[in-house]
């Protein structure tokens, strides 16, 4: 039975902006022209280098955070004890929950710089208020596979026949491949999944009409179909394939908390301001990293 694959239905071009404190990125979802892509709410690719950038103390309520480090080295630390820190192709899934403040700030030498991508994953309704927690895996334990001049590298779901340990709530895939000249990829993906490609470096053809997407660009995926076929002309690429379940419900977002309606959002406030409902310790704490 022949392979049914999606082709490119949107494409945005991801222009380079300023966020938190001095970081540059490059954001494809949660652009105007793509707000939101359910479940996804924002994929970020920022970069910066030197200490004068990075995201201080900040909270989060209602979503997942997902960052892979590409290059550099970042910590973290919340204000319920956890710190860390991630390097290269380390992986960290961040679920906020019913709430968290956290800063996320660059540990680089001179030269260095910091460069990676965050996914922003939506929580259904029943899962927005749950307690957070983290999953964090270090590059050596990302599932990481090569076949035929494909590399793929599996944050979440399955891709060259290996799985990904992340336990995701709102069923994921997110793949990272990096691809030869001349190879060709079919990635089959779940039934009724909304799936995009972000490009980090190179281009390629997507689909049956062997559409160009080059780099910087996002093209959301056509629903329906067994997956996505993937190709790679005189040189060599970089991208990553996100898919999700979508949740079809209401998305009411202001800043870093999302929830399913404005009094929900103003419920957060209070409960932020107020320092209660998972935010009891919001205005006691002050994270070591982000005092500089």
């Not at 340990?165 to 001349?182: A, C, R």
């Given at each position: 039975m022949a392979f049914q694959t999606r082709s490119p239905d949107i494409k945005v071009l991801s222009v380079e902006q300023s966020e938190g404190a001095g970081a540059r990125v490059r954001r494809s979802i949660g652009r105007p022209e793509l707000p939101n892509f359910d479940p996804f709410l924002l994929l970020d690719e920022f970069s910066g280098s030197g200490d004068e950038f990075g995201f201080p103390d900040h909270p989060h309520r209602g979503f997942e955070t997902v960052t892979y480090v590409l290059e550099g080295r970042s910590n973290h630390e919340d204000f319920a004890g956890h710190k860390g820190s991630i390097g290269p192709g380390?992986?960290?899934?961040?679920?906020?929950?019913?709430?968290?403040?956290?800063?996320?700030?660059?540990?680089?030498?001179?030269?260095?710089?910091?460069?990676?991508l965050q996914l922003w994953v939506n929580l259904a309704a029943v899962n927005k208020m749950i307690p957070p927690r983290y999953q964090e895996l270090p590059a050596s334990k990302v599932p990481r596979a090569t076949v035929d001049?494909?590399?793929?590298?599996?944050?979440?779901?399955?891709?060259?026949?290996?799985?990904?340990?992340?336990?995701?709530?709102?069923?994921?895939?997110?793949?990272?491949?990096?691809?030869?000249?001349?190879?060709?990829l079919e990635q089959r993906l779940p039934p009724g999944m909304n799936a995009f490609i972000y490009v980090l470096e190179g281009s390629i053809e997507v689909g049956e009409q062997n559409s160009h997407v080059d780099t910087h660009y996002t093209a959301t995926l056509t629903p329906g179909g067994d997956g996505v076929v993937v190709r790679t002309t005189d040189k060599p690429a970089s991208?990553?394939?996100?898919?999700?379940?979508?949740?079809?419900?209401?998305?009411?977002?202001?800043?870093?908390?999302?929830?399913?309606?404005?009094?929900?959002?103003?419920?957060?406030?209070?409960?932020?301001?107020?320092?209660?409902?998972?935010?009891?310790?919001?205005?006691?704490?002050?994270?070591?990293i982000g005092r500089r």
């Open positions: 380390d992986l960290q899934w961040m679920t906020a929950g019913r709430g968290i403040v956290h800063a996320e700030m660059p540990d680089l030498k001179p030269g260095e710089r910091l460069h990676g001049g494909v590399t793929a590298i599996v944050m979440a779901g399955e891709a060259l026949g290996l799985s990904s340990p992340v336990q995701t709530l709102t069923p994921v895939y997110y793949i990272h491949f990096l691809m030869d000249p001349g190879k060709r991208f990553v394939l996100v898919a999700g379940t979508p949740l079809n419900e209401p998305v009411v977002q202001h800043g870093p908390f999302v929830m399913n309606s404005k009094e929900q959002i103003l419920k957060t406030f209070m409960d932020y301001q107020n320092g209660i409902n998972g935010f009891e310790r919001a205005h006691e704490w002050e994270s070591q």
